[in-house]
């Protein structure tokens, strides 16, 4: 696309937004203010039980990983941290580690404990970590946990997410109500753990790898063990983490009403947790869910800059790099609809019982081309016009390659 074009459509869009009441240049300073972390495991390949095909090039040790996300927000201008996932990429060298990020502009985002594999230590948790019926396992789970608070004190960041595959696959395998409590009791030793201006983002999952009961399912009881733990405790909505159809922005909506939304781990899915491109499948909920969060934080429900934003998928088909470029332009594509709402009109409506005119309302919105919008925020931010079409003119994968491998293999699954 050439710089002329560029600056014709942005122009017509400007003309439109005027037309809505919309400041061009406040948007563009909102979207460019809105920053995405990548977690340290999506760099690299993924891949399912039944196999997993590298790609070449993936980053062979943290700093590559570093090195991989300057790169992405050097480009995008959507992204300025990194979550890491311990034990599969503990620092060797943390003061290396904190100066290397520093230089690319990346600072640590929530760090991320694993209690679901055994990863060589003592007790297995194929019976479960924080829930499991011996009490020898839960303790080394929850100083699995306290460990990584530890580390991640060591790097600046401020929060922990939990993510437990605890539960079981048959009837009669697992006591309900003793797992439940087992895990609350783990979880109050490890929010006890952190220091007082962190944040425990208790995240939940209906199924999978257990396919009869899990411990934490779904947003109500993450909730019940937040409210037991304390105000530092909220809840984490991955977008891949619910039954097909399920009413996520509602969700979203009550969470910030009682103010307990942690924040998002995104990305997109037709049947389950798909681990999909955000906003490769549905848009438009993408949409909705910025539309509550917008309208929840403009309300006071719940602040804004208290909610964290990460990507969270798996690349079995894709170039990594190529699918955050995308995951970060639908994320912020979606944002920018969103801040479009006429929510006075939309409130209108909503009080007065016109469906239709709430309906038309959300559809105006969604329906604008913002491209323009969100490229010229990325524009004036110094990132690139197009960033795939930079990274496949420049053949940034097979310089990749070149350096690192054909067979270079990331850490993770």
Same mark, same amino acid.
């Given at each position: 696309?050439?710089?002329?074009?560029?600056?014709?459509?942005?122009?017509?869009?400007?003309?439109?937004?005027?037309?809505?009441?919309?400041?061009?240049?406040?948007?563009?300073?909102?979207?460019?203010?809105?920053?995405?972390?990548?977690?340290?495991?999506?760099?690299?390949?993924?891949?399912?039980?039944?196999?997993?095909?590298?790609?070449?090039?993936?980053?062979?040790?943290?700093?590559?990983?570093?090195?991989?996300?300057?790169?992405?927000?050097?480009?995008?201008?959507?992204?300025?941290?990194?979550?890491?996932?311990?034990?599969?990429?503990?620092?060797?060298?943390?003061?290396?580690?904190?100066?290397?990020?520093?230089?690319?502009?990346?600072?640590?985002?929530?760090?991320?404990?694993?209690?679901?594999?055994?990863?060589?230590?003592?007790?297995?948790?194929?019976?479960?970590?924080?829930?499991?019926?011996?009490?020898?396992?839960?303790?080394?789970?929850?100083?699995?946990?306290?460990?990584?608070?530890?580390?991640?004190?060591?790097?600046?960041?401020?929060?922990?997410?939990?993510?437990?595959?605890?539960? @079981?696959?048959?009837?009669?395998?697992?006591?309900?109500?003793?797992?439940?409590?087992?895990?609350?009791?783990?979880?109050?030793?490890?929010?006890?753990?952190?220091?007082?201006?962190?944040?425990?983002?208790?995240?939940?999952?209906?199924?999978?790898?257990?396919?009869?009961?899990?411990?934490?399912?779904?947003?109500?009881? @993450?909730?019940?063990?937040?409210?037991?733990?304390?105000?530092?405790?909220?809840?984490?909505?991955?977008?891949?983490?619910?039954?097909?159809?399920?009413?996520?922005?509602?969700?979203?909506?009550?969470?910030?009403?009682?103010?307990?939304?942690?924040?998002?781990?995104?990305?997109?899915?037709?049947?389950?947790?798909?681990?999909?491109?955000?906003?490769?499948?549905?848009?438009?909920?993408?949409?909705?869910?910025?539309?509550?969060?917008?309208?929840?934080?403009?309300?006071?429900?719940?602040?804004?800059?208290?909610?964290?934003?990460?990507?969270?998928?798996?690349?079995?088909?894709?170039?990594?790099?190529?699918?955050?470029?995308?995951?970060?332009?639908?994320?912020?594509?979606?944002?920018?609809?969103?801040?479009?709402?006429?929510?006075?009109?939309?409130?209108?409506?909503?009080?007065?019982?016109?469906?239709?005119?709430?309906?038309?309302?959300?559809?105006?919105?969604?329906?604008?081309?913002?491209?323009?919008?969100?490229?010229?925020?990325?524009?004036?931010?110094?990132?690139?016009?197009?960033?795939?079409?930079?990274?496949?003119?420049?053949?940034?994968?097979?310089?990749?390659?070149?350096?690192?491998?054909?067979?270079?293999?990331?850490?993770?699954?």
């Amino acid at each position: 696309m050439s710089t002329d074009f560029h600056q014709r459509s942005l122009s017509l869009l400007s003309e439109q937004l005027a037309e809505m009441g919309k400041s061009t240049a406040e948007l563009i300073s909102q979207i460019s203010a809105f920053q995405i972390a990548v977690p340290s495991w999506a760099l690299g390949a993924g891949g399912t039980r039944f196999g997993r095909f590298s790609i070449g090039g993936e980053p062979r040790n943290l700093e590559e990983k570093l090195e991989d996300i300057g790169l992405l927000a050097k480009l995008t201008k959507r992204t300025d941290a990194v979550s890491l996932h311990i034990p599969w990429d503990i620092p060797k060298d943390t003061q290396a580690i904190k100066e290397k990020a520093s230089s690319l502009g990346i600072s640590f985002d929530a760090m991320n404990s694993n209690t679901f594999q055994d990863y060589g230590q003592a007790l297995t948790y194929k019976m479960g970590s924080l829930s499991n019926a011996d009490a020898a396992t839960r303790k080394q789970a929850v100083e699995h946990n306290l460990q990584v608070i530890e580390i991640g004190k060591s790097l600046g960041s401020k929060g922990l997410t939990v993510w437990l595959a605890d539960g @079981s696959n048959f009837p009669g395998q697992a006591h309900f109500r003793k797992a439940l409590e087992w895990t609350t009791d783990s979880l109050k030793e490890i929010y006890g753990g952190m220091p007082g201006d962190w944040k425990l983002l208790l995240e939940y999952k209906p199924y999978e790898p257990n396919f009869y009961h899990t411990v934490i399912p779904d947003w109500g009881t @993450s909730s019940l063990i937040c409210r037991q733990l304390g105000d530092r405790a909220k809840v984490l909505v991955d977008l891949g983490h619910h039954l097909p159809n399920t009413n996520i922005e509602q969700i979203v909506a009550t969470l910030m009403h009682q103010n307990l939304l942690a924040g998002f781990h995104f990305n997109d899915s037709k049947y389950g947790d798909d681990d999909l491109s955000t906003g490769s499948i549905k848009p438009y909920q993408l949409f909705l869910i910025f539309c509550e969060l917008i309208g929840g934080a403009a309300d006071g429900a719940q602040n804004w800059n208290s909610i964290s934003w990460m990507i969270d998928a798996s690349h079995n088909t894709k170039d990594p790099l190529e699918d955050l470029i995308q995951a970060l332009e639908a994320i912020s594509q979606a944002y920018a609809k969103a801040l479009l709402v006429d929510r006075e009109k939309l409130t209108h409506c909503q009080l007065s019982g016109d469906t239709v005119g709430a309906q038309a309302v959300l559809q105006e919105a969604f329906l604008t081309d913002v491209r323009a919008l969100v490229r010229e925020a990325r524009i004036q931010s110094g990132g690139e016009p197009n960033p795939l079409a930079f990274y496949r003119r420049e053949k940034i994968r097979e310089k990749l390659i070149a350096q690192r491998g054909k067979n270079a293999q990331a850490s993770g699954l």
